[in-house]
C-alpha cells in the first residue's frame, strides 16, 4: 500500500490531492504517511490546517444506492437478518467518483467496500455520494451526506478531509475518513466524531523499526534513502523512532535517474558498508533499487524496508537478489491464507495494481469498521482487518485508531512469516 510505477495511471493533479496519504503519491506504491499521522506506534493527534470556512452551495451531487461493482462479490454466508421493525443503517459512501484524476482510487475503493458490505449487508444500506476534486465540492457533498445518512464513509483526497477537519463544518454524525489531514495548522485536535483509518508508510517505518530493534538489540543502523519526497520521509521516520529505541544510525541518500540508481551512489554505499561494518540496512527504496543495491553489495547485511520494496507475486516476476529481505505490509499482500483474507473475494480489475489493490483492502476494512462502530457505539474493539490489526477508540472523547501490520520475508516470489514483532 507495489513497484509498478502508477505514471500515467494518474494525473499530477490526483498525486497532488492523495500525497502524503493512503493512496498514490510521489512513489512506486504509493502509501505515503501524512507527517503527523494519528495511527503511530506512539500515536499523536494530528492538527488541522488553518482554512477559512468557505460558503458552502446547495450540493450539487448524485447520491444513490449502490450494488457492488462486477466481479467484486463472491457467494458468501450472510448475517443473521435483523428484526423487521429495526430501520436499515444508512452508510453514505463519498468518493471523488466524477474525477478524472482520482476516479480509479474511488472505483477500487468502492469495489472493496461493496464486497464487505455484500457479505455482512444486513440491517445496512449504502448510498454513494459523487463528488469532484475540489475541498468545497466534497464539502457540500459531506453536508448533503451527514443529512442523508447516520454514518459517513470518506471522503479520499487529503485536502477534502482536511477542509473538513479544519474549516469550521460540524461533524454531527460518525465520519471515517479514509486519508489523514494535512499535518499543519492550528495544532486543534480533530472532531470527536472523526476517525481516521488511512494507511500511513511512515507509520510502517516506525513499525520497522521496533521490529529490526527487536530482532538486533543495540544494533547500528545505515539508512538507504532515494533522493523522492516520499523516500526521504520514511527515512526520517524510521531514523526518528530508531534513536527513540536508542539505537544508532547513518543516513545515505542515493540519487536515481529513470529509476535507476547512480553508480557512484551505488559504490560510495559499497564502501561504507565495508567501511562501517552495519548491522543491518532500513532501505527508503522501491524494489527495482533495493534489487540494484543488493545484486551490488550482496545479501550479508539483513536489508528491511516498508511495503515500498514489496515487488508483488506475480507468476514468473521473482527476484532473486531480494530473498531474505524483511518487509511489512497489508495482510491482504502478504497473508492470503490469512482467516480474515481469505472470506472476501479478489479484486480481478483489468487496471489492478498494488496500490490500487491495497485501495480495494481499505475499502473492506472502512465497512467493516463503520458496521462495529454502528453495532457497538462507543465501545472501543480490536479487529483483524485486512489492512492489519486495527485497534479503535470511538464515540467517547477524541477517536484513536492503531493499525499493526505483519511482518514477512521475501522468498523465491512470495512472503514467509516473519516470526517478528507483530
Not at 471515517?176 to 495548522?185: E, F, K, M, S, V
Not at 527515512?235 to 544508532?248: M, P, T
Not at 473492506?364 to 462495529?372: G, P, Q, S, T
Request: aromatic share 6%.
Amino acid at each position: 500500500m507495489l513497484i509498478k510505477s502508477l505514471k500515467g495511471l494518474f494525473a499530477v493533479s490526483a498525486l497532488t490531492m492523495l500525497s502524503a496519504c493512503s493512496t498514490p503519491c510521489d512513489r512506486p506504491g504509493g502509501l505515503c504517511a501524512p507527517i503527523e499521522p494519528n495511527t503511530s506506534v506512539a500515536p499523536a493527534q494530528p492538527r488541522a490546517p488553518e482554512i477559512v470556512a468557505p460558503v458552502i452551495p446547495e450540493a450539487e451531487v448524485e447520491t444513490m444506492p449502490v450494488d457492488a461493482p462486477p466481479g467484486a462479490v463472491a457467494d458468501h454466508p450472510r448475517a443473521a437478518a435483523a428484526p423487521d421493525n429495526k430501520a436499515a443503517t444508512r452508510i453514505g459512501l463519498l468518493l471523488p467518483t466524477r474525477s478524472d484524476a482520482l476516479g480509479p482510487p474511488a472505483g477500487a475503493l468502492r469495489a472493496g467496500f461493496m464486497a464487505a458490505y455484500e457479505r455482512d449487508r444486513t440491517g445496512f444500506e449504502v448510498n454513494l455520494i459523487e463528488t469532484g476534486d475540489s475541498p468545497q465540492d466534497v464539502l457540500a457533498a459531506y453536508t448533503t451526506a451527514l443529512a442523508q445518512n447516520d454514518i459517513v464513509v470518506g471522503p479520499l483526497a487529503r485536502s477534502a478531509v482536511s477542509a473538513i477537519a479544519g474549516a469550521g463544518v460540524a461533524v454531527s454524525k460518525p465520519t471515517i475518513a479514509l486519508n489523514h489531514p494535512d499535518g499543519r495548522g492550528t495544532g486543534g485536535a480533530l472532531p470527536h466524531n472523526l476517525l481516521v483509518i488511512g494507511l500511513s508508510i511512515e507509520d510502517e517505518a516506525r513499525q520497522v523499526a521496533q521490529w529490526a530493534a527487536s530482532e538486533h538489540p543495540g544494533a547500528r543502523a545505515l539508512v538507504v534513502s532515494g533522493a523522492n519526497t516520499w523516500q526521504r520521509r520514511i527515512a526520517s521516520a524510521f531514523a526518528a523512532q530508531w534513536k527513540q529505541l536508542g539505537n544508532e544510525s547513518q543516513t545515505l541518500e542515493l540519487s536515481a535517474s529513470n529509476g535507476y540508481l547512480s553508480e557512484s551512489g551505488i559504490a560510495q554505499l559499497r564502501n561504507r558498508v565495508d567501511a562501517e561494518q552495519p548491522t543491518l540496512l532500513f532501505t527508503a527504496l522501491d524494489a527495482d533499487q533495493l534489487r540494484q543495491v543488493r545484486a551490488s553489495i550482496g545479501t550479508n547485511v539483513p536489508a528491511y524496508g516498508t511495503s515500498s520494496v514489496n515487488p508483488g507475486t506475480e507468476p514468473g516476476m521473482a527476484l532473486a537478489e531480494l530473498d531474505g529481505v524483511r518487509l511489512l505490509d497489508l495482510p491482504w499482500e502478504v497473508q492470503p491464507d490469512h482467516p480474515a483474507v481469505m472470506v472476501y473475494p479478489r479484486w480481478n480489475a483489468s487496471r489492478r495494481t498494488l496500490d490500487l489493490d491495497r485501495l480495494y483492502a481499505l475499502g473492506i476494512d472502512a465497512f467493516r469498521v463503520a458496521r462495529e462502530i454502528t453495532l457497538h457505539p462507543g465501545a472501543p474493539f480490536t479487529m483483524d482487518g485486512v489492512t492489519g490489526r486495527l485497534s479503535v477508540s470511538f464515540g467517547d472523547g477524541p477517536a484513536r485508531f492503531e493499525r499493526v501490520q505483519p511482518t514477512a520475508v521475501y522468498q523465491g516470489g512470495s512472503f514467509k512469516p516473519s516470526g517478528g514483532v507483530q
